[in-house]
């Protein structure tokens, strides 16, 4: 066995100045791949109702024909039909549509709150223990069990799922950004700004709050690939987003019943999620390299 | 030792009341009428109203979280409304399978990943290493229903090597384990991503500190640096890996389960929801949460043993 680790190690932490975090992103070929990869997923899902060639609902008589690359595969439909003769290119676009939106205000929503508490406690420290226990207590319920609670609780749909996946994002953001805040609380200008007097409000709004969100909002969205996937896996058990809307684990889920005949069905949106996920996972990990090499993994 | 133990006992009373408010909601927020259910569509109002009164319906919410909670205490969580057994019995029966699916896949996923997590470390920047990393990135991105039915595909169903419902029998038959295996090779493919990750990390981390290079410069042979030294030290973050993402392979277990039609909790509580049977519902919750916070206290104990600076702090 060869060894060269450690010297080299601390050579690596140079981190290239922060202005340009993002060319040093797009110098990272997989990374600038998976951004890319993502920013068109989403373009295409925002597009859907303009780019769908067929109607994501409505069934036709032409059931399960195959993708056009396999044999007896057909132009009209793409990606093939599913069991109920639907336009699987058509309901993927839509579909891609809702397991974002659900993503995307899941960790909005669930951030969104988490970072107020946790610049909140880092701003006030009297309340700083009682917002870290809290904290504390919410981690302790894993995001499954929240959404198989609420989904009990208020039956099946993508709202109780949105809120379970929130609340299961709180906890974590406001660690975060308790973290990102106690370090912006020691600058300098925070000290100035209360030495001319400074309303707490303003040195909250104004100075705490600008200087730490974008740092919060890049952690925090290391997320959403984990939240797409708990949703997806709590749409797929039937117990998120309802027929006759489209989403990806749904129609994934859908499909288990023609595994036999015509495993496209499952495997397209299966393969739809991974690529999302995949993407998401490694732009934020390249960005959280750049920013951050200590945490280099 | 005792410190640890009892600070962390104190620390999951409130989570423990929190899962008791939630196991109480889910029988009180839940729409529909519990006494109408029971009785069934077709009874008259009488037989629902005694109903109503014999299950204690018609008290005050504060009375009736109190006789809840001395019910859970007692371990009656009440009956199912599908089967109308118990939902204990129905709860106990689950457990055993659950147990077995999680070490069947632990007990493969966790070395290996160690493994891998290990030789990417010390081959850092190699093909090795990057091999490792792009398998975890994509372990951690596919969603386990995916691998469940590509497994099934292949080995259930073009190969026929495995059989994919239901679950043979205890893990040490040979049909048991013949059962187990597609369902505990999905939920152990998405945990091996993670372990090898933090390996990696963990033992990097380690390999630069000072007593690594006093065992160097003593003469050691590598594979006895790294092992003796680098490894041994280097376990003990991964060990609060598994408590921080025993709520991961919680979810991977509940579709695994679903998928392959496992006798576990996990389908038992999708099952539960799906069909609005709320008792049982609630029973599964308080199972999965009371694991939860067991497990988590299990890898809190464990962690401060084997590293003592833990105690001090």
Known sequence: ?297 | MLDTLAKRLLQSIPVLIGVLVLGFLLVQLSPGDPARVFAGAMAPPEVVEQIREKMGLDRSLWTQFWGYVERVMHGDLGRSFISNKTVTSELLAAIVPTMELMIACLIWSIPLGIGMGTLAAVWRGSLVDRAVMAFSVAGVSLPIFFICLLLIQWFGVKWQLFPFIGRGGPLWTVEGLRHIALPALSLGLIFIGPVARMTRSSVLEVLRLDHVRTARSKGLNESQVILRHGLRNALIPVVTLVGLQAGYLLGGAVVTETVFSYPGIGRLSVGAILSADYPLAQGCILVLALAFIIINMIVDILYAILDPRVQKR
């Open chain 1, 1 to 297: 066995m060869t060894a060269s680790v450690p010297l080299t190690e601390a050579l690596d932490d140079t981190a290239p100045p922060r202005q340009a975090w993002w060319k040093a992103l797009l110098r990272d070929r997989a990374a600038a791949l998976a951004l890319i990869t993502l920013l068109s997923i989403a373009l295409a899902a925002l597009l859907a109702p303009l780019i769908a060639p067929h109607d994501p609902y409505e069934g036709t008589r032409s059931v399960m024909q195959p993708p056009v690359w396999a044999e007896r595969g057909d132009w009209t439909y793409l990606l093939g039909t599913d069991g109920q003769g639907r336009d699987i290119l058509s309901r993927l676009l839509y579909g891609t549509r809702l397991t974002l939106l659900i993503g995307i205000l899941s960790v909005g929503l669930g951030a969104t709150v988490g970072s107020l508490l946790g610049l909140l406690s880092a701003f006030y420290k009297r309340i700083d223990p009682y917002v870290m226990r809290f904290a504390d207590v919410m981690l302790s319920f894993p995001a499954i069990l929240l959404g198989l609670a609420l989904v009990a609780i208020f039956g099946p749909g993508a709202l109780p799922v949105i809120i379970a996946l929130s609340i299961a994002t709180v906890p974590d953001s406001a660690r975060i950004a308790r973290s990102i805040a106690i370090g912006v609380m020691e600058q300098e200008y925070i000290e100035a700004g209360r030495a001319i007097g400074l309303s707490d409000r303003t040195l909250f709004s104004r100075y705490l709050l600008r200087n730490s969100i974008s740092a919060i909002m890049i952690f925090v969205s290391l997320r959403f690939g984990q939240i797409i996937l708990i949703g997806a896996a709590l749409s797929f058990l039937g117990l998120g987003a309802r027929p006759p809307a489209a989403e990806l684990g749904m129609m994934a889920s859908q499909g288990r019943d023609f595994m036999l005949f015509a495993p496209h069905i499952a495997f397209i949106p299966s393969i739809a999620i991974f690529v999302i996920v995949l993407a998401a996972n490694i732009t934020g990990d390249a960005i959280r390299d750049v920013l951050d090499p200590r945490l280099r993994s």
